[in-house]
């Protein structure tokens, strides 16, 4: 598995190559929170591929969907962890989801822990993504006053995944349709496939084009 890459035994340009992608990953992260959609766009190769809760498509799509996302999310970061082989290298960007937004007449926190999954390629001496997903394990959603009204349906909660059934309940509420099958602590399955196709990726076994 990529995660079996040795560690602490950096090159300098490995170090150079870490810290660019470390940065490329966060700063795509600020751009979605904070609108610089034209930097966020930049930060992709053209060809690569989104898969979250919400959608599955290219950049374009991701960012302009992302432009009328009706509750706007921040990305609060604690780490970012990069295994690289040549000019292939994967990051996992450990990140807590933060939306408020309005449901069932209260204002609402929901708090979602997950683990951003990259691959990023250089390409012309440049570091871009080309693949993103991710790794759902918990998440919390109450209202944001101690004298809220709102309260989850236990039984509706139920119908979902338990790492992001209240993810899930929101975007029900708002009108959309979440993707039930994302890589989960609950289904550990789930997150064996995305590492081994990743890992397959790493090696050069596989294109972007050839994923299953």
Known sequence: ????????????????????????????????????????????????????????????????????????????????????????????????????????????????????????EKRGGIWKICFMDAIYEKDTMRSAYTDGTFSADREELNRYRPTYANMMLRQVHYGGTPNGDMAGEDRPETIERLYKESSRWLEGQIREEDRE
């Open 1 to 120: 598995m990529f995660y079996q890459c040795p560690m602490g035994q950096n090159s300098l340009e490995d170090v150079q190559d870490k810290a660019n992608i470390r940065e490329l990953i966060e700063f795509e992260r600020y751009c979605r929170d904070y609108m610089h959609w034209d930097e966020m766009r930049a930060c992709y190769h053209d060809d690569a591929e989104i898969n979250v809760s919400w959608m599955k498509g290219g950049p374009d799509q991701f960012v302009s969907a992302s432009q009328v996302r009706p509750a706007p999310a921040k990305h609060k970061i604690f780490d970012t962890v990069v295994w690289k082989k040549g000019d292939r290298a994967i990051a996992e960007c450990i990140t807590m989801i933060q939306i408020r937004c309005p449901l069932d007449g209260d204002i609402v926190d929901l708090s979602t822990h997950t683990r951003l999954h990259y691959r990023v």
